[in-house]
């Protein structure tokens, strides 16, 4: 029997303020890549949730998402290893806080960038993914939809009642 094909949930935040859009430089197995803040969703969480989780852990900076700017579907191959990787990627637009400075960025996090639209244009060789720049050119666009349009069960933030 073949093995079901599952592609990799993430969450990204697109993070824009005084025209300049928050990325994260990390080192990935392709070498160091800029990224919009993003990660996979953990269970039990909505993506909602577990983009402002992502972003506090790889930015230090409290996150509220307001709209979806897209979802996506993107596929990966890694030069080094041939992995083939599928991501459905959902990203978020919304509310920045102050930098927390007692956090620290998420392991292999090296630093936290502002970029202008075309900074983040010229750098696509370093991006990690063709969305970190598609997902930016649709926020700049102005695509939004509610938050609304992402349901979440309650099933999915709850624990199961095991049978006694």
Not at 28 to 54: F, K, Y
């Amino acid at each position: 029997m073949d093995k079901r094909w599952k592609p990799n949930v993430t969450v990204a935040a697109i993070i824009e303020k005084e025209g300049r859009y928050l990325l994260i430089e990390e080192h990935t197995q392709e070498g160091l890549r800029l990224n919009n803040p993003a990660g996979h969703l953990d269970e039990g969480e909505s993506p909602a949730d577990g983009c402002a989780r992502e972003t506090l852990e790889e930015t230090a900076h409290p996150f509220t998402p307001t709209a979806l700017v897209g979802l996506y579907l993107s596929r990966f191959q890694r030069p080094s290893t041939g992995e083939d990787i599928t991501y459905v990627r959902m990203a978020f637009c919304g509310d920045i806080g102050e930098l927390q400075p007692h956090l620290s960025l998420d392991e292999g996090i090296v630093r936290t960038l502002w970029m202008t639209p075309e900074e983040v244009r010229n750098s696509s060789a370093r991006h990690r993914s063709p969305l970190v720049l598609r997902c930016i050119e649709d926020h700049l666009a102005g695509q939004r939809f509610p938050l609304e349009v992402i349901y979440t069960d309650q099933a999915v933030t709850q624990r199961p009642v095991l049978p006694t």
